[in-house]
């Protein structure tokens, strides 16, 4: 799935992708935005799939009602890379609900999601049988920016997250945002060169990135 968008959805699961027991999954350079469902994953739903893989894409303004509102990933092995997540709202994992599997999240951008059940992780709720490994990425939510259930396996490297993270070359300062009240830019499109949450270039996260975790 490649440069499409996926906008103004409703399903019960995954409103704009909802993916099943694939062996490859591969979705890039496309924008989910206002999509709802009733359950889990406002943009995408990804279930048992072996090789999944998501890059440069935007999720903004997503809902669900239970789990994940941009991604919901279970029983997956996942790559999300050069992703934003911006204002997505969940009871729990307002930018990515992982429940189980193995996830790397590279140079990706969380900002303003909402978990509606407190400190339940505004950018990322991991399970307690995940794997999960984050570098080269911000995740400046407002609170509870990392939820972690017991058992679960999280390494941060490498990334500005508000509050701290343990973890290589973390940093907790603000990242330096071009625009943070226009997310999207003048032209309310993700991707694009007048992103808001593009960095300055004072920003303490250029050159702090690693380049062997680049995917």
């Known amino acids: 799935i490649d440069l499409c968008c996926f906008s103004e959805n409703d399903a019960q699961n995954g409103a ?40 440069k894409c935007s999720f903004a303004d997503n809902t669900a009602g239970s789990t994940g509102g941009g991604i919901f990933c279970n029983n997956a092995s996942a790559t999300i890379a050069y992703g934003t997540f911006h204002n997505n709202t969940a009871l729990t994992g307002g930018g990515i609900h992982n429940n189980s599997g193995t996830f790397r999240i590279a140079n990706c951008t969380f900002f303003d999601n909402i978990p509606n059940v407190s400190n339940q992780g505004q950018s990322m709720y991991n399970g307690p049988t995940t794997i999960t490994s984050i570098s080269n990425s911000v995740l400046w939510d407002n609170t509870s920016v990392l939820y972690n259930e017991t058992g679960s396996q999280v390494t941060v490297a490498h990334s500005i997250v508000k509050d701290g993270y343990p973890g290589t070359g973390n940093l907790n300062l603000y990242p330096q945002f071009a625009a943070p009240g226009i997310p999207a ?21 250029i050159n702090a990135g690693n380049n062997d975790s680049i995917p």
């Open 185 to 205: 830019g003048a032209d309310s499109v993700f991707g694009t060169a007048d992103d808001g949450l593009a960095l300055t270039g004072c920003s303490p996260a």
């Open 16 to 55: 704009g992708t909802f993916s099943d027991n694939a062996l490859l999954l591969q979705i890039e350079q496309c924008t989910f935005t206002n999509n709802s469902v009733l359950y889990s994953g406002g943009g995408i739903q990804i279930n048992n799939c072996s090789n999944a893989i998501v890059r």
